[in-house]
């Protein structure tokens, strides 16, 4: 008897019997088997349905500490939560559920205990936090310029990269006012025009950037 079959006779089997626990994990195996043939336009062999159980059988489990560290026991017996293709149907109120749980904890509260499950995760950071990261800093994500007139801060490098090749900014963003005078001028403002736009405070001149250049 073929693994297919013997589910089929299970499922049978647990029906007559008002077997409501062996019902529902039977059918939540057979469902996942099916999906699995759908989306990949294939038809399992013996192999194929024992990898696609025990992969169930780790999302379960995974699921379970998920359930106990939000403090959300009376999920576990949730059919349709009780698989990934059940709780992909079912996202949308599941992460609401989630979302209420997480938010009786602080961040750092949570990255304990998602830590101490051995759930892999990772919280979202401040832009505080993302100009000192370590390993942004490492990978070159973020970098540290001196501006032309000497001040330094951290700036996001390109997202595009091209192998080993760094990719730095080498110029700074205009300051207020450095150009204003050529703008003007090319508009066809004479310089006494300009000096009295200044004067007036009506045109902004950035003196010190002048300088620099």
């Given amino acids: 008897m073929s693994l297919k079959q013997k589910l089929q006779e299970d499922l049978k089997s647990s029906m007559k019997n008002k077997d409501t626990v062996r019902k529902s994990v039977v059918t939540l195996i057979r469902?996942?088997?099916?999906?699995?043939?759908?989306?990949?336009?294939?038809?399992?062999?013996?192999?194929?349905?024992?990898?696609?159980?025990?992969?169930?059988?780790?999302?379960r489990r995974d699921a379970l500490v998920e359930f106990e560290k939000a403090g959300r026991e009376d999920l576990i017996k949730e059919e349709k939560f009780a698989s990934s293709v059940e709780s992909k149907k079912n996202a949308t109120e599941l992460i609401s559920i989630l979302d209420g749980e997480?938010?009786?904890?602080?961040?750092?509260?949570?990255?304990?205990?998602?830590?101490?499950?051995?759930?892999?995760?990772?919280?979202?950071?401040?832009v505080n936090d993302v100009v000192t990261d370590e390993q942004a800093i490492a990978n070159n994500y973020i970098y540290e310029h001196t501006s032309k007139n000497g001040n330094k801060t951290m700036l996001a490098s390109t997202p595009v990269k091209f192998g080993n090749?760094?990719?730095?900014?080498?110029?700074?963003?205009?300051?207020i006012g450095e150009h204003s005078d050529e703008i003007l001028r090319e508009l066809g403002y004479s310089d006494s025009d300009?000096?009295?736009?200044?004067?007036?405070?009506?045109?902004?001149?950035?003196?010190?950037?002048c300088e620099i250049c």
């Avoid at 997480?102 to 401040?126: G, P």
């Avoid at 090749?165 to 300051?175: F, G, Q, R, W, Y």
């Fill in 31 to 59: 469902a996942s088997i099916k999906q699995y043939e759908v989306d990949n336009r294939v038809e399992l062999d013996e192999d194929g349905i024992i990898d696609v159980i025990a992969k169930q059988l780790k999302q």
């Fill in 102 to 126: 997480f938010a009786k904890f602080t961040q750092n509260e949570m990255v304990e205990k998602l830590t101490a499950a051995d759930i892999a995760h990772e919280k979202i950071q401040h």
């Fill in 165 to 175: 090749i760094e990719v730095n900014m080498t110029c700074d963003a205009p300051l």
């Fill in 194 to 209: 300009i000096e009295a736009l200044i004067e007036s405070g009506i045109v902004t001149m950035n003196k010190e950037a």
